[in-house]
């Protein structure tokens, strides 16, 4: 037979410590308001544990009053500190009401001397909190599939333990107690309320650390004035050997760039590169990847090729962004940009060797004059390319008929 009283004990010191250990990850990140609300709420939680031992002794109404407020309190904590953690601060309100009610029915059920009704109220108030809990962070599974699951599913068995305490003395009729209530189910509560005290404790703070270095590693890979991914995120993302004939590069580099930041200030040549970056987004498919390399150079890895597409769309970017204005201190800005274009391989070729090709591409749009796209020209491959290849069809027919008409024609001379 389980000690009750070291039972309560260890819940209240279980609750007691993970406050602790959340406050000093909060003393830390003062940012992250959810740890605070999560703390005081455990608190609040162990607080209601040792009111109900101290029930267990003195069954005073008032005390058996506290005990039943501090419960749903707690767990409303809790579930403001979900909601913080995933950005809903609605849901206070919401939660307030819930608290509210469960306060005043069980406060009342307490004074007029149903005790037991008093704890059915109570524990049905404290499932149903500790499932919203749940069904807070189940909303946000995508994020950590996986984590998510297991605390659903351990908010549920605490839901369901709470359940079974009111259940037991639902069914047993427990109407008036007199002393705190004391039998299997308010054991196994205890139980998997400590289980589940240190796990639910473990796995916010497991995600949260997740979070905070997939945001490190994309603030690491994120042009900040731009949006767009920069020079290390294309490098990590397409390894040695990984150009395909599926795949291709497009370089940009903006016209004059130096002479706008001298005539016009930095500013408005901030402005210019959020702009050519925003006309980049509006003209991606799905699956193709923009970067700024650097400076006023940005990248284009076209996921598919497809006929004369990427060509297409270089053009559609540069007559997208020759027809932007943008208007300084001094008169509106209009501005040119010039593009290279390099295709991968049936060999597969490097990001090097792509980025050298599409720079070299780069540099004789440049020559003959800026603002205009020219392709890798010693990409001449007849299997390149569907449209590569549709052309080296047309010109071959063109040649063929021609040699057939001087045949006939030949022929004809020499029957007349």
């Known amino acids: 037979m389980l000690d009750y009283q070291s039972l309560l004990l260890a819940a209240a010191l279980s609750g007691t410590c993970l406050s602790i250990t959340m406050l000093v990850i909060w003393s830390a990140m003062r940012q992250s308001h959810y740890f605070l609300t999560a703390a005081v709420g455990l608190i609040v939680v162990a607080a209601h544990v040792i009111a109900f031992w101290r029930y267990t002794n003195d069954p005073q109404p008032w005390i058996g009053a506290l005990l039943m407020a501090l419960l749903p309190s707690g767990f409303a904590l809790v579930l ?9 601060i609605h849901i206070a309100r919401k939660v ?3 608290v509210a009610a469960s306060v005043l029915s069980t406060t009342f059920l307490m004074m007029v001397g149903l005790d037991g009704a008093a704890f059915m109220v109570e524990y049905a108030f404290a499932s149903a909190l500790l499932v919203w809990v749940g069904w807070v962070f189940w909303q946000a599974r995508e994020e950590f599939p996986a984590l998510i699951t297991l605390m659903t599913v351990l908010f ?3 839901a369901v333990s709470f359940a079974l305490c009111g259940l037991v003395l639902l069914f047993n009729g427990s109407w008036v107690l007199g002393k705190a209530p004391d039998n299997w189910a308010e054991r196994v509560n205890i139980i998997v309320s400590v289980a589940c005290l240190t796990a639910l404790g473990a796995l916010p703070m497991t995600m949260h650390n997740l979070r905070m270095a997939a945001r490190h590693r994309n603030e690491a890979l994120t042009d900040p004035l731009t949006g767009l991914q920069n020079r290390r995120a294309l490098v990590d993302g397409y390894p040695d050997k990984a150009f395909g004939e599926e795949l291709a590069v497009v370089m940009f580099d903006l016209d004059h760039f130096k002479n706008t930041n001298d005539v016009y200030g930095h500013s408005a040549g901030d402005e210019v590169l959020k702009r050519f970056a925003d006309v980049i987004r509006a003209n991606l498919r799905a699956g193709d990847s923009a970067f700024r390399l650097g400076g006023e150079e940005f990248a284009l890895v076209i996921a598919r090729v497809e006929g004369n597409y990427v060509e297409a769309a270089a053009r559609n970017i540069l007559a997208d962004f020759a027809g ?5 201190q001094i008169g509106v800005l209009r501005c040119t940009v010039s593009a290279g274009v390099a295709f991968g391989s049936m060999k597969k070729a490097t990001l090097t060797e792509m980025l050298t090709r599409a720079d070299r591409a780069l540099y004789q749009a440049k020559r003959a004059g800026r603002n205009r796209v020219v392709v890798d020209g010693w990409i ?6 569907p449209a590569l290849r549709a052309r080296a069809f ?8 021609f040699t057939q008409f001087r045949t006939q024609k030949r022929q004809a001379l020499l029957l007349d």
């Open 80 to 88: 403001v500190a979900a909601g913080q953690f995933y950005g809903h």
């Open 96 to 98: 307030l009401a819930v």
């Open 156 to 158: 549920a068995i605490c």
């Open 324 to 328: 932007q204005e943008i208007h300084t």
């Open 380 to 385: 001449t491959e007849s299997t390149r390319r």
């Open 394 to 401: 047309h010109w071959t027919f063109q040649l063929f008929v």
